[in-house]
């Protein structure tokens, strides 16, 4: 039994559902990213936030950005800030924030700015849409591996120096000054 191109239901096709679904948890992870008080599970959510952007990317034809996106920011960038709040000593964020002082403002900038999206988008004249982006994976790859591989070792082992100088730093011993 061959898969209907569209949702039968609803009538759309399931590329566009799928995009739905992504973009959803995108918004909905980026939300609880900024809005929960335990910083562990706002590192969580952030992680997922990033996965449903590489689902996004992945989606729209941009698969050496999604694994990028994979590599990089979900195994590194947010692996590195879970590390970092595990080895600091408070967990949860105090009763009134900061940025929860400010809510009004950033409420109304946060409207202009959705304004100035939606009038040009609106006024965009976007044209016709490829169906399937071309990536160039293998010539990235060719250039990053023969022509940048110094480069690329140096930063391996600047981020392996700066982990091992963290986990030094957090795992010190510290005076009592009693």
Request: net charge negative; with cysteine.
């Amino acid at each position: 039994m061959a898969i209907p191109d569209a949702v039968p239901v609803l009538g759309i096709g399931w590329d566009d559902v799928l995009f739905m679904v992504l973009a959803a948890a995108l918004i909905g992870t980026g939300l609880l990213v900024v809005t929960m008080r335990d910083i562990i599970r706002c590192g969580l959510a952030m992680m997922a936030c990033f996965g449903a952007l590489a689902g996004l990317y992945a989606l729209l034809g941009a698969p050496l950005v999604a694994a990028a996106q994979v590599l990089v920011y979900i195994g590194a960038i947010s692996v590195l800030i879970l590390f970092a709040i595990m080895l600091t000593e408070t967990k949860a964020a105090p009763a009134r924030l900061v940025f929860q002082t400010q809510a009004i403002p950033a409420a109304i900038a946060a409207v202009v700015l959705a304004l100035i999206i939606a009038l040009t988008v609106g006024s965009t004249d976007w044209g016709a849409v490829p169906a399937r982006l071309d990536s160039a994976t293998d010539a990235v790859a060719r250039s990053l591996f023969r022509d940048f591989v110094l480069p690329f070792e140096i930063v391996g082992v600047l981020l392996l120096a700066a982990v091992i100088g963290g986990v030094f730093l957090a795992k010190r011993e510290r005076s009592d000054p009693s």
